[in-house]
Nanobody, 128 residues
Framework: DVQLQASGGGLVQPGGSRRLSCAAS????????IGWFRQAPGKGREGVAC????????SYVDSVKGRFTISRDNDNYMLYLQMNSLKFEDTAVYYC?????????????????????WGQGTQVTVSS
């Protein structure tokens, strides 16, 4: 079975940092692009970042560019999201998800329909 297990969420102060992790199993991890999504209370699920299967290409939503970094360790089947300079509006449940493609298409990567496997979410709360 394909499994994606996100972890690392918690309470963080504005301006602080947090690193999320996603452990994958049940498929050939390095063959597929992986994304991070988030869902704030009362809002839809938003694509945050995507990384290609080889890890050589990344894409970000404008609101996190320069603050968040997506990375992956294909040897250990791990995905990461380093979040710096966190803001109140970053508060959300964060999900990792796997595509059927090896790349993050320019316009398609933020679309939920491009992802076929989803992990459970991890809550990130930015609060003072």
């Amino acid at each position: 079975d394909v499994q994606l297990q996100a972890s690392g969420g918690g309470l963080v102060q504005p301006g602080g940092s947090r690193r999320l992790s996603c452990a994958a199993s049940g498929f050939t991890f390095g063959d597929y692009a992986i994304g991070w999504f988030r869902q704030a209370p009362g809002k839809g699920r938003e694509g945050v970042a995507c990384i290609s299967g080889a890890g050589d290409s990344t894409s970000y939503v404008d609101s996190v560019k320069g603050r968040f970094t997506i990375s992956r360790d294909n040897d250990n089947y791990m995905l990461y999201l380093q979040m710096n300079s966190l803001k109140f509006e970053d508060t959300a449940v964060y999900y990792c998800a796997a595509q059927v493609r090896s790349y993050c298409s320019q316009y398609g990567w933020p679309l939920r329909t491009h992802y076929v496997h989803w992990g459970q979410g991890t809550q990130v709360t930015v609060s003072s």
